[in-house]
T-cell receptor, first 113, second 116 residues
């Protein structure tokens, strides 16, 4: 049973556009929400992460929005570039427990020039 | 950021043989390491969690006798796939966390295993 539900499965965006990926969770014990970027044949790389005491976090063109009451969080990629074409995974963890990550199913983003 | 390496990056083996994959944290001490497998176009599936000097904790459905994990030091964990079968062909990825010194998991580049 997937503890983190991610949508959409894939999306296509024009260069300069905004990519939005959504995730939802049920376990209120989760207290760490990272996003990973993965290119084909490579391991995932941490993009940005948020804790539940913050509603938004921005790093460069990447922004996480977090809604604790709705148990949802999303990744916004602003000014999308062809180099952003990758698969993005949201995840959730209980840091005071065992650091294990529960991953979403992934979203394949294609940025067209 | 912290660097995690894996060796080999790809391996091809015959059915029935064993394959060892190494995972190293290069610039930090990893109190905990994780092993995942990933099938094409799918998410990462956690196989096991290993802590230095203790037995690995396997996820439900993962055969501990088939996937042997050894976390011999704070910078090295190994995964041995024993008596490999074609269905074991997959992308194996490790990650490491410094634990109390930091919360992030840093992932290795992955190992592509093909069993003929």
């Amino acid at each position: 049973q997937q503890q983190v539900k991610q949508s959409p499965q894939s999306l296509i965006v024009q260069k300069g556009g905004i990519s939005i990926i959504n995730c939802a969770y049920e376990n209120t014990a989760f207290d760490y929400f990272p996003w990973y970027q993965q290119f084909p044949g490579k391991g995932p790389a941490l993009l940005i992460a948020i804790r539940p005491d913050v509603s938004e976090k921005k790093e460069g063109r990447f922004t996480i929005s977090f809604n604790k009451s709705a148990k949802q969080f999303s990744l916004h990629i602003m000014d999308s570039q062809p180099g952003d074409s990758a698969t993005y995974f949201c995840a959730a963890s209980m840091l005071r427990n065992d650091y294990k990550l529960s991953f979403g199913a992934g979203t394949t983003v294609t940025v067209r020039a | 950021g912290a660097v995690v390496s894996q060796h080999p990056s790809w391996v091809i083996c015959k059915s029935g043989t064993s394959v060892k994959i190494e995972c190293r944290s290069l610039d930090f001490q990893a109190t905990t390491m994780f092993w995942y497998r990933q099938f094409p176009k799918q998410s990462l599936m956690l196989m096991a969690t290993s802590n230095e000097g203790s037995k690995a904790t396997y996820e439900q459905g993962v055969e501990k006798d088939k996937f042997l994990i050894n976390h011999a030091s704070l910078t090295l964990s190994t995964l041995t796939v024993t008596s490999a079968h074609p269905e074991d062909s997959s992308f194996y990825i490790c990650s490491a966390t410094p634990g109390l010194a930091g919360v992030e998991q840093f992932f290795g580049p992955g190992t592509r295993l093909t069993v003929l």
